[in-house]
């Protein structure tokens, strides 16, 4: 693969603090109920699991979780809600995908039209920014002080299709149809697994040297992810080190 999207490991070194904590659990919510709509089970519906692991890192109370589970099974009452694939064009070039839970779509695609507005972006029409990234299963392996080298070796023993150290983790891809066959593997070797998902990973990367337009390009991103019915956002920009 050429790239990978920087956006993740950016918002993650900077702190989960930098980011809004209210809309957290709403995504986590929807995130559940979306899944939950192919069967109510984690152990049958990887998805879901995913989902439920994630709502568990961040101390998301069993109820809720349960409750969001019947949501999606339609156990429980509650608004429909639909997932909605976004594609935008940002400074200087740069593609963007959106993806979004909502119980209302012309409500959040006016939300995300100003704000891509605002940082001098606008969406793009399907397959417009898409074609720019490959969907990949992604997995976050703890290194826990441990020989990277070893972990690596297990990494590609697994039969991962790519990974990309990261300091305190190694960010290992996959093929969409094998992220829970190589989760199980690494994990059978003792690995600690941080987190598992579904990633749109860029083919080319381009580079951002400006620190105007890297800083603006910063804002972008935080405020897209700021919406409440967002549930992640992905890009092809590189900021250099020195930069960020």
Known sequence: ?????????????????????????????????????????PGSNFTLKMAVEKARAANMPKETIDRAIKRGTGE?????????????????????????????????TAGIKNILSTYGAKLASTGAVAYLFSKMGKLLV???????????????DAGAEDFDDQNDVIAVYTKPNELEIVKKALEGQGLVIKEASLSWEPKSM??????????????LMEAIENLEEVTAVYANFDIPKEIL
Do not use: C
């Open 206 to 219: 381009i580079e951002v040297t400006d620190k105007s337009a890297a800083s603006k390009t910063l804002q």
């Open 1 to 41: 693969m050429s790239g990978h999207s920087k956006w993740s490991q950016i918002k993650r070194q900077k702190g989960a603090a930098d980011i809004k904590r209210g809309a957290i659990f709403s995504k986590l919510t929807n995130a559940i109920i979306l899944a939950a709509k192919n069967g109510g089970d």
């Open 142 to 156: 703890e290194t826990l002080g441990q020989d990277k080298e070893t972990i690596e070796l297990l990494i590609i």
């Open 76 to 108: 429980e009452a509650g608004t429909q809600i639909a997932e909605v694939l976004y594609e935008a064009i940002g400074p200087g070039g740069i593609g963007i995908i959106i993806e979004a839970a909502t119980d209302n779509k012309n409500r959040t």
